[in-house]
Structure formats: C-alpha cells, structure tokens
C-alpha cells in the first residue's frame, strides 16, 4: 500500500536548506496498522505529510495506493487525498460555523454526491463513531474527545485506502485518549484500512500498532512488530 525507495526532503536552497528527510526506505503492507515514532524534530510529521500528499518529496519515488506522489499535478495531488486519504489531526481541524454532520460531510461534498447521499452516510458515520445524538451541535458545544471522534468519522467517511493520524491524542485526557484510539483502532480494522499513526508516545505504539517505524534526525533506525500490537 505504501512504499518509499530512498524518499527526502529538503527545505530551503544553499546554505540554509534543512534535510527533513535523509533518504527513507520502507514498506507497509495493504492493512497494516503502523506507528511511526519519535521526538520531535526526528523527521515523523515530514513523512506523514509525503505520504498523505501534502507535500512532495525533494528525492526518491514514493508510491501510495498505487500512486507515484512525485509525479502527480497539483490537481492529481488533491484528488489523490480526497480519494485515497484519510486524515486525523492533533487540533481537530474541524469549521467551527458548521455542525457535526456538516463537518463529517465536507469530504462527500468536495466529492460531489448528493445532498441526500453524503447527508445519509454522515449520518451513519456518526453513529458509528457514538455520535448520531450530537449531529446538530457544533464543535464549541463538544467535548475534546466528541470534536476528535468526529474527525475520526470525517477522515472515514469516504473510506480511504490509508488512514493518517498525527498525535490524534495530543489535545486529550487519558481516558477520552483510550477512547478514541480504541474507536479508531476498531474502525479501521472492520474496514481493512491501511493505518499511520505519528506519535511520540511509546505506550501508545506498542499498544495498538502491528509495527513501530521509529525515526531520529530524518533518518528511520528499525521497524519493529511488538508484540503488544492488537
């Protein structure tokens, strides 16, 4: 599903250019769920931005869902993500003027379904998530851990073939943390998807992730299967 021959990244020209990545090389099998681990500045939310075509790398080939990413147009690029990806973010990323519903629909929306079809599989989504009773409130009337369950259902709604999630427990309490990690480790096991976590946390790793990618200054240094992994 996904798969790196020597991937880097550069920022910047001459003098002042920082390699984000030193030439990266792995591979993650269709359903796999992998934790890429490391401090910060190591190079883990570089990768996951290559991967999720955010950005692009400087060198190397990276192949996600079939897709050669240094190869695609802008325009490839966006279609690529609505289609392939999946994304769960730290801060939530949710529009503040928009319901719950509203948010988990955005992506059905961008991929012009109907009104009643994305209004439908939100709806769904939601109560997949344990949400259907909050669908009308907006995300200042939520909990942290609602607003992350409902970016969880708003990253599956169009059922990628890879699931990003970047510190997705970094803005949370230790127990609605166990509870959305829980959420979104069954949610994408019933699909079969493809899971990425970038984390720092070591106890989170080795409890929910088949394998552990661990990285230091742009560099990978093993890749792990613990046996803790569900």
Not at 70 to 83: K, V
Not at 147 to 157: E, H, I, K, N
């Amino acid at each position: 599903m996904i798969a790196a021959e020597n991937v880097s990244k550069t920022y910047g020209g001459g003098t002042s250019a920082v390699a984000a990545l030193a030439g990266v090389s792995f591979g993650i099998p269709a359903g796999q769920r992998v934790a890429i681990l490391g401090k910060s500045g190591s190079g883990k939310s570089t990768l996951m931005n290559l991967i999720g075509g955010l950005d692009t790398p400087t060198g190397g080939a990276l192949t996600v869902a079939g897709k050669n990413l240094g190869t695609l147009t802008r325009r490839q690029l966006a279609d690529f993500r609505l289609e392939s990806v999946g994304f769960v973010f730290q801060s939530f990323h949710l529009i503040g003027s928009k319901s719950a519903l509203q948010n988990v629909e955005l992506p059905l929306t961008l991929a012009d379904r109907s009104v009643s079809d994305r209004r439908r599989v939100a709806r769904e989504m939601l109560e997949a998530v344990g949400l259907g009773h909050r669908s009308g409130h907006f995300p200042p009337q939520l909990s942290g851990g609602e607003r992350q369950r409902v970016a969880v259902a708003r990253a599956l709604v169009n059922r990628p073939a890879v699931l990003l999630a970047d510190e997705p427990t970094g803005n949370l309490d230790s127990a609605s943390a166990a509870a959305v990690m829980d959420l979104l480790f069954a949610q994408v096991r019933d699909r079969g998807m493809t899971l990425v976590v970038v984390t720092h946390d070591e106890e989170l790793a080795g409890r929910y992730a088949e394998r552990v990618i661990r990285m230091a200054d742009g560099n990978i240094l093993n890749a792990d299967t613990p046996s803790a992994g569900q």
